[in-house]
């Protein structure tokens, strides 16, 4: 469909509007929502203030074109949560609060028990079989890994939570809750 008066540059498109500093969509040179231009939002008689079939030059506001940006931040993490997994998994309870701390206190504690076994093997070998008593120390290492990983888990999640916090507060949110 042509607008009336139009040049006969191309269809003009009801409801449709003109892209930001630039010419209509399909090269159209025409804003039937112009101001002046006969038939557009505004146009009458008196309102003349941009000249027949010229494209309307505007800019619309930052974020006119729908909603605002969602922004999805991390949950929160609990303390009490790290603190209950480390207790009863150990170094498995750590991949709550951390991934990276669990799976470096994993290797130390595996490499450990490794180095340990190896070192009290060649000593029984050494003494006769008498250097296989210290095979009851092993288990330290366990006893070791597992309050560590308490430790570390629970101080994990709170930091988590305070660059959590930090980044809320940077990007002018409140985190829920508080």
């Not at 509007?17 to 929502?33: H, I, K, M, S």
């Not at 309102?47 to 729908?66: C, E, K, L, T």
């Not at 595996?110 to 340990?116: K, Q, T």
Request: glycine fraction near 16%; proline fraction near 11%; charged fraction near 10%.
């Amino acid at each position: 469909m042509t607008h009336p008066g139009h040049d006969g540059h191309g269809p003009v498109i009801e409801g449709t509007t003109v892209p930001p500093r630039g010419l209509a969509p399909q090269g159209r040179e025409y804003d039937p929502f112009a101001t002046g231009a006969p038939g557009g939002a505004h146009g009458g008689p008196t309102d003349r203030a941009v000249p027949h079939g010229a494209v309307q030059p505007w800019v619309p506001a930052q974020g006119a074109y729908g909603p605002p940006p969602v922004v999805v931040m991390p949950a929160e993490k609990s303390v009490g949560v790290a603190f209950v997994l480390t207790f009863f998994f150990g170094v498995l309870g750590m991949f709550y609060a951390t991934v990276p701390g669990a799976l470096i206190l994993l290797g130390i504690t595996l490499g450990a028990i490794l180095l340990a076994s190896i070192l009290i093997g060649v000593l029984s070998v050494l003494t006769l079989g008498f250097g296989a008593v210290l095979f009851t120390l092993v288990p330290l290492i366990g006893i070791a890994a597992w309050i560590t990983s308490i430790v570390w888990g629970c101080l994990a999640a709170s930091r988590h939570n305070e660059r959590l916090r930090a980044q809320y507060a940077q990007a002018g949110f409140r985190p829920p809750g508080h």
